[in-house]
């Protein structure tokens, strides 16, 4: 138990002995700075079932813990709050039983708790992956990894939409004006080479409707009747035909997409355990929809189609297959859901991130599985974000205006390296060096200023800011725990001895407060799906570091017994920022 949990146990065994009341829950809040004090306890809301002067219990409650909890010290009552002095002893003794502990925080993952799936990323293969799929990967792999801290197994997973319309525009554009470039022969990557030419494809699109409005026609019309969307209409009914020119077709510039993801994926420091394509699930949902028929969960209109009735949940019908009995994307999303928790018996909920314009979408899924009775439907979570935006305004793919994702990664590190050449950071470094270090910590900016935000949210990103050595960003961070790294090479002595029986700083003390509360903040921030608990945790733990360095000598402390503790403490901080920015799937430089 930690120190809250501690104090609010034995204040209801103080107001049982002392009151004969039963308290259910018991207020606390830091102690205020101009009053002397660890933790404080808040009378007021004891007097529902503690009738009397709110100073009078303050002062009986704090006698009485004095007397008989080993951990408090003294106590004094302002008004309704009872401030508790909490004894070094017991940060001293918290702090020897976590120093050693790499994993400190971190909850094993039991045989007897459900899996959980996480799905993320799931791009289409017309383009490269954009800023917009960045704050999704990043958002479902740290999500992952903390859900995985607090104890439970997690698989990755993503759908790749890997057929459609979309799909064949680029399949078109290349076959007719590629000339059969490749990747190699362009030394394009894959998905930038496919990417252009579904950008080719809107060019000559547009300039067909521009051409047969001036003919006479609406642009309604026109819009239907290009040329160029007629073409790919019948090279999408092919490749559901199964031609086999239209499929090596498309095999072959899926794969140079699934290359260019892949690289992409590495780059950014995300992995997955399985993949998911569209088209081998596109047809998945028709049988779970006779299914539901037969259990009553649907009903079927007069000209055939297959609708499910949500209008008692406050939501509308819902059409699940259409009257010529071809399926919608919400068969499809069934089907998926339900053969994913065949592939993994274990998993007992499953966690979707996709943007928040796909909220509705969502709550009729979950409420649909739910309907046919499948226990893990009562754990499914959309993890639903805001849009990012940039100073320059909206991006859209099939214009060529987004921001691509390496070309992002690219611009982070060569942003990291201005600035640190301005500020002097990197000096006596080799060029190699140099890079890795420019990399890692604009890779961090970029991650940290996403998932520092919750993620509902929306966003806009400023590179330079999020780069920004000081205030809440990556950089700042790092730094901090490259400092520690520092310290901890300057060090000369051996560290693993415990300290005892030593009087603390205010300010040691604040930093073993903050890191009693990690393990706490990887539960809520697992229980919340939000990794920005863990970003803003972090940031909190290294303002307080910085205080403490800035405020306590460390090696020009008065005894050898303080030097080593001070150290001590410096190099689990350090731990603990490093565990916490993993979390977020975020690196730290030893030199900085």
């Not at 002392?18 to 933790?39: H, M, P, W, Y």
């Not at 709110?54 to 813990?65: D, F, K, M, R, S």
């Amino acid at each position: 138990m930690n120190l809250q949990q501690i104090i609010s146990e034995k204040v209801k065994v103080t107001i049982k002995e002392l009151f004969g009341a039963n308290l259910e829950s018991v207020e606390l809040q830091a102690t205020r700075k101009e009053f002397e004090g660890d933790i404080t306890v808040v009378v007021f809301p004891m007097l529902r079932v503690v009738k009397g002067n709110p100073v009078q219990i303050g002062e009986a409650v704090g006698n009485y813990l004095k007397e008989n909890v080993s951990e408090v010290l003294d106590f004094n009552v302002v008004k309704g709050f009872l401030n508790l002095v909490i004894s070094d002893s017991y940060y001293l003794n918290f702090f020897n039983s976590i120093k050693n502990n790499q994993k400190f925080g971190f909850v094993e993952h039991s045989e007897s708790k459900k899996s959980v799936m996480v799905e993320y990323s799931s791009p289409n293969t017309n383009k490269p992956l954009h800023l917009g799929h960045v704050r999704n990967i990043l958002l479902g792999f740290s999500v992952a990894e903390i859900i995985k801290a607090s104890g439970k197994k997690v698989y990755k997973t993503q759908i790749i939409n890997d057929r459609g319309i979309h799909i064949c525009k680029s399949m078109l554009a290349w076959k007719k004006y590629g000339n059969g470039e490749t990747p190699e022969s362009t030394g394009l990557k894959g998905d930038k080479l496919v990417g252009n030419y579904y950008v080719k494809f809107d060019q000559i699109y547009k300039d067909q409707i521009a051409e047969l409005i001036q003919n006479g026609k609406t642009e309604v019309e026109a819009k239907a009747e290009a040329p160029f969307l007629l073409e790919a209409q019948e090279m999408l009914r092919k490749w559901e035909a199964g031609d086999k020119d239209v499929v090596a077709l498309w095999e072959m510039m899926n794969s140079w997409v699934y290359d260019g993801f892949e690289q992409t994926y590495k780059a950014i420091g995300v992995d997955f355990d399985s993949y998911y394509y569209e088209s081998n699930t596109y047809l998945l949902g028709k049988d779970n929809i006779e299914e539901g028929l037969a259990k009553g969960v649907f009903f079927t209109k007069e000209d055939g189609s297959v609708w499910c009735d949500l209008t008692d949940e406050g939501l509308d019908e819902k059409l699940v297959l259409r009257k010529d009995g071809t399926a919608v994307y919400m068969t499809q999303d069934i089907g998926t859901a339900i053969q994913r928790a065949k592939d993994k018996p274990d998993v007992g909920g499953m966690i979707y991130t996709v943007g928040n314009e796909q909220d509705y979408h969502f709550k009729v899924l979950f409420l649909i599985l739910k309907k046919l009775g499948y226990d893990w439907a009562e754990h499914l979570h959309h993890l639903s974000y805001g849009m990012v935006d940039l100073p320059s305004g909206k991006m859209k793919s099939r214009e060529g205006t987004v921001v691509d994702a390496d070309d992002l990664i690219t611009e982070m590190a060569d942003t990291a390296e201005n600035i640190s050449k301005d500020l002097g950071k990197l000096e006596g470094y080799t060029d190699k060096e140099k890079g890795e270090v420019y990399k890692t910590i604009g890779l961090g900016a970029l991650k940290y200023y996403i998932l520092k935000v919750d993620p509902k949210k929306r966003i806009l990103f400023n590179p330079e800011e999020s780069v920004d050595f000081q205030g809440n960003t990556g950089p700042f961070i790092q730094y901090t725990y490259a400092r520690i790294q520092a310290i901890l090479r300057k060090a000369d002595f051996v560290l693993d001895t415990t300290v005892e029986n030593l009087k603390l700083h205010q300010k040691e003390k604040e930093l073993i407060k903050q890191l009693e509360l990690f393990p706490e903040v990887i539960q809520n921030a697992a229980k919340d799906l939000s990794p920005a608990i863990i970003a803003n945790y972090t940031y909190d733990l290294v303002k307080n570091y910085n205080s403490f360095f800035q405020n306590v000598s460390i090696f020009g402390a008065d005894t050898d017994t303080e030097k080593l503790f001070r150290v001590q403490l410096s190099q689990f901080v350090g731990a603990t920022i490093k565990s916490a920015f993993g979390l977020l799937g975020i690196n730290v430089p030893e030199r900085m």
